[in-house]
Structure formats: C-alpha cells, structure tokens
C-alpha cells in the first residue's frame, strides 16, 4: 500500500432489476450517505439505462453519483437498440461500467471490444469500471493470473488515470453464489493488478481504485475491504436493498 490511498468507491450494479419506484430505494440510499453511513466512501448506483435519467435528476444535489451498466464504442450511428457514452453523459450519468462477465458472457464481448467502450466513456467524460475476473474452471486450473492478466492487458482503456478508471477484479464463480475467495486470495489478485497499472501507467496506477465484485454482504465487507489494494466494492444483489447496501459502505464508516 502506497501512504495516500485514493478514496474508496462503493458501487452497486442492479444489472436488469428496477423500476421506477426503486426510486425509494435511492433516496434511502441517499438520505443513509447523508447521516454519515457510508462514512468516507464515494457512493454510486448503476441502475438499468431506462432509469438512468430519472435516478440522476433524483441525486443531484445529493451525496450519491449515478452510472450505466454499458456503453457502445461509438458516440451515435446506426446501432439499433444501443446506447453511447455521451447519451449516459446527457442523462446524468458520471460512471459506466464495462466488460462485466455477464456482458461477455451473454454477448460475446472481448477484451478489445471493452476497451474500446473504456475509450469511448473517457472520451464522453464518464469514468469507466472495467470489469476482469476469471471464471471456476480458469481457477481450478491456476490459471487466475494469466486470465486477469491478459484482460487488465486487452481492457484498459489509452489515457486511464486515477480519475477516470477504476478496475473491478469479479471473479465469475463469486458473482451471485454466494462464494467468496479467501482474503488472502483476493490479496494475491489485487495486488497482481496493483502492479500491473504501475507497470503501465507508472505512478499512477497508484490512483487507480480496484473494486472487488462477487457475493460482497454486510457479512463479509469488512473483511474483503479490509485487503490491501481493494479500494471498494462492486456489489449486485445486495445494493438492491438500500439497508444491505449501506451496511456494505458502513465498512469505511
Ligand atoms: P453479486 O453481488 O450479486 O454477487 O454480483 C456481483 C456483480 O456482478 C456486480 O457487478
């Protein structure tokens, strides 16, 4: 760990959960960062596109950021049913993730795929969450590193920065199972990517927050968040509930 940290990023991704009365949930979300819950982590929810616009005019002038699960590479087009960067942008989105292992999973999309999307939500002023992970057989096999490796490699998107990256290590087999790799494991991984934005970015990738995703509870926060080089949680099924997701940023309280 280097002396400074960058502030730690507590982010939920409803992936295709929400209707427009979730938007309760974001104002107890909200008036819970308000009080002091969420203590010194910077808090944001990824609601599906269709919400993007109305939770965003909701947490303007609240403590609370709002992002997209997706962008396309492009800005507009013909690309029917696909949404740009600078569209989230419009719509008051500040964070986009990218390459979550539903989306390359569900829609075959490869690293160079996701890195292209990482560019173009830079280029829209949109901060990216690109999302690696290797999947059970990949770690039954000891291949965690090499696959993690090869997607920071494939997936980092040209002129990433503190300021506008964040990487979220998800390991396939954690997401939605209720497992979770030890401490030490998640240490081994993050500390592999820590070295691996320094070998890019040099100084740098000191400022690039690495988030852990898969299975994060109010249960197992404090232990997860508590390894060095995990600076926040990406967090699905639990940031649906306002109550579990605040009991999740209630680890850096
Ligand atoms: P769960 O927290 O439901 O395991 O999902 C993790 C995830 O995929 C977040 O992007």
Redesign the pocket.
Known sequence: MTATRPRPLVAG?W?MNGLIKGVNELDAIATGVAAGEAGSAEVLVCPPFTLVSRFSAEAAGQHIKIGAQDCHAEASGAHTGDISAEMLKDAGASYV?VG???RRTDHAETDAQVKAKAEAALRAHLVAIV?IGETRNERESGKTLDVVGTQLAGSLPAGATGANTVI?Y?PVW????GLTPTAADVKQVHDFIRAGLVERLGDEGHNVRILY?????PANCVELMGVDNVDGA??????LKAADFLGIAAAYR
């Open positions: 991704n992936k993730i979550h292992s539903e999302c979220a998800e954690a997401i939605g199972t995703g898969g299975s994060v509870k990406l967090v699905g099924g639990a940031s």
